[in-house]
C-alpha cells in the first residue's frame, strides 16, 4: 500500500536550502545592452569585486538577471557569517539561496512591492517595471516583536521603497513544487507562484563556484547514469516481456497443434466423404462422352488422323475421369506421331495431350495417346 501511495504522490520537491534574508546586502548593478549569459556574469562578478567590502573569495554570492535586461539583481554574505554546521548540509542541495530568490521568477504589474515573513526579518521586494527587481530590502526583527512591531517594520518598508502601487503580503517564503523537470524551478505560496528556468535559478545559487561546478557536473554524471540504468531496466523488462510473449505463444501453438491433430481425422474423413459426393454427382448428372472425344481426335470424317495411323485400342473409364480418352494405336511412320500430337494440342477443346511412342516392331511403331479435354468442352452430339 506505502508504494502506491508513493506512486500516486509523484516525485518529491527537490532540496533547496533557504538562507535568511538578513544575512545578505543587495545591489541593483547595470548590465550592457546585447549582454550575453557569460558576459553579463563576467559584468556582474567585476561589478559586485567593486562594491563589496571583501573578495569575490571570501564571499557567498548569487545574482538573478534575464536576458535582455539593463540591469541584475546581486546579493552576497561574508562566508564567515556561516557556521560549519550551516554549510554542511549545502553539498546535498539543489539550490541555496535566499529565501526572498524564490520570489524573483514571478510576473507582476509595474510598481509592485512583495512582502515575505520571516520569523527573524521582513523582506521587501519591488519591481518598478520588467522581469527584474529594483530594490531588495531586509528589515531585521528581534525574536520578541509583536504584530505591531511587524506591522510598523512593513510600513516603513514600503515608505522606504517608495512608489508601490500594489502589495502583496506573504506569510512566508514560496516553497519548491514536487520536480516535475529539470527545466524549470517552480515556488508557490498560496496563489503566488513563481517560475525559476534552470540558468537563472543556477546563477542565484551562492555556492563556491568551483566548488559548484564539481557538484553539478557529478549531478549531471549521476544523472546520466541513473537514466541508462533506466533504459537499461526497460530493455531488461522488454525483453522478459517478449520472452514471455514468446513462451505463451509457443504453448498456445502446441495446444492449437494438439487440437488439430484430434481434429485431423475427422477433418479428412469429412474431406473424403465431400470428394466421394461430389464424385457421385459428377456420375449423376454428367456423362462420359467417349464417341464425341473420338469424334474430336480423330475429326467427324477422320480428317486428323494421318494416313497409316490406326487406334488398335481405345478406353474411356470414369476411374480417369470424365475428360480424359486413352487411346493405343500404330503407325506405319514415326514422325506422323508428334505431328499428330501438335495438331491435337492446337484444338481448343483439349487440355493436355501425352504421346508416348512405346518401341518400333519391324515397320510398325506402337504409341499411347492420353488426352485430357477440358471440363464440358466436349458436348453429347446431341447438343452440338
Not at 549582454?35 to 563576467?42: H, I, L, N, S
Not at 517560475?195 to 537563472?200: E, S, Y
Request: glycine share 6%; proline share 8%; charged share 20%.
Amino acid at each position: 500500500m506505502k508504494f502506491f501511495e508513493t506512486l500516486r504522490a509523484g516525485p518529491p520537491p527537490p532540496k533547496i536550502a533557504l538562507l535568511p534574508d538578513a544575512l545578505f546586502f543587495t545591489r541593483a548593478l547595470p548590465v550592457a545592452a546585447g549582454a550575453t549569459d557569460a558576459e553579463a556574469a563576467a559584468q556582474i562578478e567585476l561589478a559586485l569585486e567593486a562594491v563589496a567590502p571583501f573578495p569575490l573569495a571570501q564571499l557567498y554570492y548569487g545574482w538573478f538577471w534575464v536576458p535582455g535586461a539593463d540591469r541584475a539583481i546581486v546579493f552576497a554574505s561574508y562566508r564567515r557569517r556561516f557556521t560549519s554546521e550551516q554549510t554542511a548540509a549545502w553539498p546535498s542541495a539543489e539550490l541555496v539561496l535566499p529565501a526572498f530568490a524564490t520570489v524573483l521568477g514571478t510576473v507582476v504589474q509595474p510598481a509592485t512591492t512583495v512582502i515575505l515573513a520571516a520569523p527573524d526579518s521582513l523582506t521587501a521586494v519591488f519591481w518598478d517595471n520588467g522581469r527584474v527587481p529594483a530594490k531588495v530590502l531586509c528589515h531585521p526583527l528581534a525574536p520578541e516583536a509583536t504584530d505591531d512591531d511587524r506591522t510598523q517594520a512593513r510600513d516603513e518598508l514600503i515608505r522606504t521603497i517608495g512608489g508601490s502601487k500594489t502589495v502583496i503580503d506573504l506569510a512566508g517564503p514560496p516553497t519548491a513544487d514536487p520536480a516535475l523537470t529539470d527545466r524549470e524551478r517552480v515556488f508557490r505560496s498560496g496563489d503566488f507562484v513563481s517560475r525559476l528556468p534552470a540558468p537563472l535559478a543556477a546563477a542565484l545559487d551562492v555556492r563556491d563556484k568551483d566548488e559548484l561546478a564539481t557538484l553539478r557536473g557529478a549531478r549531471r554524471r549521476d544523472i546520466l547514469l541513473w537514466r541508462l540504468a533506466l533504459g537499461c531496466a526497460a530493455v531488461l523488462a522488454l525483453l522478459g516481456a517478449l520472452e514471455i510473449g514468446r513462451l505463451g505463444g509457443l504453448q498456445w501453438s502446441k495446444v492449437r497443434l494438439a487440437k488439430l491433430n484430434t481434429q485431423r481425422p475427422r477433418v479428412e474423413a469429412i474431406m473424403t466423404s465431400n470428394a466421394l459426393a461430389i464424385h457421385i454427382d459428377d456420375l449423376a448428372t454428367k456423362r462420359l462422352l467417349p464417341l464425341e472425344m473420338l469424334t474430336v481426335v480423330m475429326g467427324v470424317n477422320g480428317e486428323l488422323l494421318p494416313p497409316g495411323m490406326i487406334f488398335t485400342r481405345v478406353q474411356a473409364a470414369t476411374a480417369n475421369g470424365l475428360y480424359t480418352l486413352s487411346i493405343e494405336g500404330q503407325t506405319n511412320n514415326a514422325g506422323q506421331i508428334s505431328l499428330y500430337q501438335s495438331a491435337l494440342e492446337k484444338l481448343s477443346l483439349c487440355d493436355k495431350v501425352d504421346m508416348q511412342p512405346q518401341g518400333a516392331r519391324g515397320d510398325l511403331t506402337p504409341f499411347r495417346l492420353v488426352i485430357t479435354f477440358k471440363p464440358d468442352a466436349v458436348k453429347p452430339a446431341s447438343a452440338s
